[in-house]
């Protein structure tokens, strides 16, 4: 049973950085075709895809994002952090992190994501 | 401004069928297979069909995908209460290089 959890923290000032950790099991990041994706929504608002971490370490980062996007993983831990930096409060939503079968190329297993408020 | 075209609402009296469309270009839909998703209120994004037309297990099968060339959509037969949800269609892009979605649609079920 495949299960993803986020965690941090709920409100961040503008320009400050923000570290999003993902917890899951189920799964290993070890494995070949597997990986986690970090997706956000803004209230009221469409998914937006922001990155994704593949088993072999490999990333990807959306282009409109990419200067402020960091994503690693701790494999020990089963975990993945996503750093984004200098927020601002257009960047206030809900950030989700989801399971990625890329043999089937779908995100297949969300978080239940955390919602993260940029205000001073 | 969503990379992928959904229209942003729908609706449909219970016992009706309904479908949603999502269009796209030739570096996502033209070339990946699509998948979309159904968003309850305050929920999580749940997957409800995959590689365009694959349910995943517990899915019943009154929901199906289809897709044809830049262009996917989403059927819902014998629509229920229940089914009143955001629905996003999602694809790999190969230009971008990531994911790209669908700017949701809200189905109201009348």
């Known amino acids: 049973q495949i299960t993803l959890k986020e965690s941090g923290p709920t409100l961040v000032k503008p320009t400050q950085t923000l570290t999003l950790t993902c917890t899951f099991s189920g799964f290993s990041l070890r494995t070949i075709g597997v990986g986690v994706d970090w997706i956000r929504q803004p209230p009221g608002k469409a998914l937006e895809w922001l990155a994704l971490?593949?088993?072999?370490?490999?990333?990807r980062y959306s282009p409109s994002l990419k200067s402020r996007l960091t994503v690693t993983k701790d494999t020990s831990k089963n975990q993945v952090v996503l750093r984004m930096t200098n927020m601002d409060p257009v960047d206030t939503a809900t950030y989700y992190c989801a399971h990625v079968n890329w043999n089937q190329v779908v995100i297949d297993y969300w978080g239940q994501g955390t919602l993260v408020t940029v205000s001073s | 401004q969503s990379v992928l075209t959904q229209p942003p609402s729908a609706s449909g009296t219970p016992g009706q069928r309904v479908t949603i469309s999502c269009s796209g270009s030739?570096?996502?839909?033209?070339?990946?297979?699509v998948n979309w998703y159904q968003q309850l209120p305050g929920t999580a994004p749940k997957l409800l069909i995959y590689t365009n037309n694959q349910r995943p297990s517990g899915v019943p099968d009154r929901i199906s995908g289809s897709k044809s060339g830049t262009s996917a959509s989403l059927a819902i037969s014998g629509l229920q209460s229940e089914d009143e949800a955001d629905y996003y269609c999602?694809?790999?892009?190969?230009?971008?290089?990531?994911?790209?979605f669908g700017g949701g649609t809200k189905l109201t079920v009348l």
């Open positions: 971490i593949y088993w072999d370490d490999d990333k």
């Open positions: 030739s570096s996502n839909i033209g070339t990946n297979a």
């Open positions: 999602a694809v790999w892009d190969d230009s971008l290089k990531g994911w790209v």
